[in-house]
């Protein structure tokens, strides 16, 4: 695998397809695909064996090899736990340190927000998505 797998479509297609093979993966509609020469988009659903879904798109510059926008919400069922997004909230302060990194947490989805400190427009962001989906599962079956 290369350093930077946001770097070109073949790349980041090799990346996704090894990072969705993973054994708690049951299924996924993840397609990967190109809209120019230069940039490409990954969308879709990814079922996890512990019951969780993860929808989540991200809008890739393969020239520059950053991502350029990104949405990742996490459902149990049709109950969507939290989510990820990229719009900027610089009216708040306790999103600085991350801006416009964020995540959508409850009591109340819409507006309570906290830092996404793994989340990043530099790097691939699902190992940390997925991750953080395995310890829900974790954290489940120990309470």
Same mark, same amino acid.
């Given at each position: ?16 397809? $090894? ?38 798109? $991200? ?49 109340? =989805? ?6 996404? =400190? ?26």
């Amino acid at each position: 695998m290369t350093a930077n797998p946001l770097k070109s479509l073949s790349d980041y297609s090799h990346f996704m397809a $090894e990072l969705l093979a993973q054994p708690n993966v049951k299924s996924s509609t993840v397609v990967v695909w190109s809209d120019s020469p230069y940039t490409g988009i990954a969308e879709g659903d990814v079922i996890f064996t512990n019951g969780l879904r993860l929808r989540m798109r $991200e809008d890739v510059d393969f020239d520059a090899g950053i991502i350029m926008s990104y949405g990742y919400e996490v459902y149990r069922g049709e109950e969507r736990l939290y989510w990820y997004d990229d719009f900027p909230h610089p009216s708040d302060p306790a999103l600085a340190s991350t801006i416009p990194h964020h995540k959508h947490v409850p009591p109340d =989805l819409k507006h309570n927000r906290i830092p996404a =400190l793994n989340i990043s427009f530099n790097h691939p962001n699902l190992p940390a998505i997925i991750q953080e989906i395995e310890d829900i599962d974790k954290v489940s079956r120990t309470e």
